[in-house]
Nanobody, 122 residues
Framework: QVQLVESGGGLVQPGGSLRLSCAASGSIFSIRAMGWYRQAPGKQRELVAIATNGGGTIVGESVRGRLTISSDNPKNTVALQMNSLKPEDTAVYYC????????????????WGQGTQVTVSS
């Protein structure tokens, strides 16, 4: 069992920046990648970004160029720095841990945190 705890959500003005962090505990030796998804009201959960233990990253198309994902394998933490935020970035952001290459490619897999609300509004 892996537990994921997110922090860093909140209210941000359009054009602002935000940093989200996630820490994993429990059976962390089994983690192959960590990342973030988000879900806005009335929409499906979508990929934000994933960082693999091998150093690779996968970034969602809607946020490409506006964020940086970083992970610290020994500590099993992952951070997401988002810049130039837009109102359409408003969503609940979920930390996610993957346990295989198959799961990395499939959005509905792995372990999930409780989610943290990000609201972009003036």
């Amino acid at each position: 069992q892996v537990q994921l705890v997110e922090s860093g959500g909140g209210l941000v003005q359009p054009g602002g920046s935000l940093r989200l962090s996630c820490a994993a505990s429990g059976s962390i030796f089994s983690i192959r990648a960590m990342g973030w998804y988000r879900q806005a009201p009335g929409k499906q959960r979508e990929l934000v970004a994933i960082a693999t233990n091998g150093g690779g990253t996968i970034v969602g198309e809607s946020v490409r160029g506006r964020l940086t994902i970083s992970s610290d394998n020994p500590k099993n933490t992952v951070a997401l720095q988002m810049n130039s935020l837009k109102p359409e970035d408003t969503a609940v952001y979920y930390c996610n841990a993957k346990y295989s290459d198959y799961e990395v490619q499939n959005p509905r897999t792995g372990s999930w945190g409780q989610g943290t609300q990000v609201t972009v509004s003036s």
